[in-house]
């Protein structure tokens, strides 16, 4: 069951209680869209490039009828679906940067190695390479560096090694498989906290689907849409998003092209109780900008 992260403290940021419009550009199963609608936003735009949650967010979302504008699109097209809607500036928007439980949970998405599926990885199965796809096309070099930069995993050159050779033998088509030849890569001694196929797993997915490309230009592009005393929201839940959301804030505002300030000078995390209930939430870390003038 997807719980989405850190709802109320997104509804207090963005105050929807105005009324107006919300962008909610990772909608997933609509959890933070139904929090806004609830609370008082007016319209909602809901992107996301998963098509499969995208139909879930639809039902749920059916209740609020025309005040919600869903959109198969990447978050990083976020210009080019308002432009094509003709909305101009809006009064809030969101983003949550994770993998939803429902991505993870679901049989044949390929996200994880707690059963022996296709290695797909894909957020929008319409297109791009699977991740079988990518580890067969990508050479060992590169393949470490990307284990190295998005697993943070410090025998990626190891584990590439190990997956280029299985690979020579016969294809890694399954997560089973990948599972299988990284652990064999990985010295273990005694008890491990989090398996140790999760880091180059992790780095996987954020590969293939690009998931820091051009991350820095959609928040800009996000700031730029929004109105004056409108907020930009930002949920991110590995340290490699959570530094580009940092960095980029903070350039916006020094850089002062638009009059933007930090509302959030350390990141929003959260609490016992949520972290007891959802044990997924306890990584995520809210950020959040607004435009002051």
Not at 149 to 173: H, L, S, T
Not at 216 to 233: H, K, P, T
Request: glycine share 8%; hydrophobic share 45%; net charge neutral.
């Amino acid at each position: 069951m997807h719980e989405p992260v850190l709802v109320a403290e997104v509804v207090e940021a963005l105050r929807p209680q105005r009324g107006g419009t919300f962008v909610d550009c990772t909608v997933g199963l609509g959890g933070h869209a139904r929090a806004l609608l609830d609370a008082g936003a007016t319209t909602l735009v809901g992107l996301d490039r998963d098509a499969e949650a995208l139909a879930l967010a639809g039902a749920v979302l059916a209740p609020f009828g025309p005040r919600v504008t869903l959109v198969h699109a990447d978050y990083r097209d976020l210009e080019a679906e308002l432009d094509r809607l003709g909305v101009g500036e809006v009064d809030g928007i969101v983003a949550d940067l994770g993998v939803s439980s429902m991505q993870l949970d679901a049989e044949g998405r390929g996200f994880s190695f707690r059963r022996d599926e296709p290695l797909d990885m894909r957020m929008d199965r319409s297109r791009g390479v699977t991740a079988a796809e990518w580890i067969a096309a990508t050479d060992e070099r590169a393949m470490a560096d990307a284990i190295f930069a998005y697993g943070e995993e410090r025998f990626a050159r190891r584990i590439a090694r190990r997956i280029a050779r299985a690979r020579d033998e016969a294809p890694i088509a399954t997560t089973g498989q990948l599972a299988a030849v990284v652990r064999q890569a990985v010295p273990t001694r005694g008890y491990q906290r989090i398996d140790p196929a999760t880091r180059t797993f992790q780095a996987i997915r954020i590969a293939v689907n690009r998931e820091l490309d051009r991350l820095d230009a959609f928040l800009e592009a996000a700031a730029g849409r929004l109105a004056v005393g409108a907020r930009l929201a930002i949920i991110s839940f590995h340290s490699l998003e959570d530094r580009v959301v940092k960095h980029t804030f903070r350039a916006m505002v020094a850089a002062g092209r638009l009059a933007l300030g930090l509302v959030t000078r350390r990141p929003v995390v959260p609490g016992d109780e949520e972290v007891g209930r959802n044990p997924r939430a306890r990584s995520a870390k809210l950020r959040v900008m607004e435009r002051l003038a």
